[in-house]
């Protein structure tokens, strides 16, 4: 008899629990993402990069059958490495905000609560915000960068991949007129 009301109010517990824990979460995030998330736009960018630091001799005397060009391998995939760590860096970041403003674009009023950049947000704000939006992958035998950018307009992630590309192209030419 002392073990009924034991077993009914363990019985209940196990019941709120699931409840609390499993099905109101499921319910909610249904909700959210039926009804209230924001669309988010996508633009690839895949690139090459040849090459940072890496001189390229040309032999004339017609013996080598090659394209005439030397390029150490292991040479444009660290260059693809480099590029891609730009791509990903608050220095990157600094520049699209200077330039582009892209706090404004990534914290405008239409975009859900959860979804978009605090409009005061600061430079390491924006910039954990950024690689949330991003992503950049080096495939290593190729050097191939593959770059994309998300944004909740697809004209915003357009001119905001434009720019980075463009930033990381004057960053190479600065690197490269160094070496």
Not at 140 to 150: A, C, D, Q, Y
């Amino acid at each position: 008899i002392d073990q009924q009301p034991i077993q009914t109010s363990k019985s209940l517990f196990n019941r709120v629990t699931f409840l609390l824990f499993f099905v109101a979460p499921a319910v909610f995030g249904a909700f959210y993402h039926a009804f209230i998330v924001s669309d988010q736009y996508t633009t690839e960018t895949r690139m090459v990069v040849r090459t940072i630091g890496v001189s390229e001799r040309f032999d004339n005397s017609g013996d080598n059958n090659s394209s005439g060009s030397i390029v150490d391998g292991s040479a444009v995939i660290q260059d693809a490495h480099i590029v891609a760590n730009f791509l990903e860096s608050s220095e990157l970041v600094s520049i699209l905000r200077r330039d582009l403003n892209i706090g404004a674009l990534f914290s405008k009023s239409d975009i859900d609560y959860f979804s978009r950049l605090k409009t005061d947000a600061n430079l390491q704000e924006t910039a954990e915000f950024w690689k949330d939006q991003i992503y950049v992958y080096v495939d290593g035998p190729s050097g191939i960068i593959v770059f994309g950018v998300r944004a909740f307009e697809a004209s915003d992630a357009l001119a905001i991949s434009k720019a980075a590309i463009k930033a990381a192209s004057i960053m190479i030419d600065q690197l490269s007129e160094r070496a």
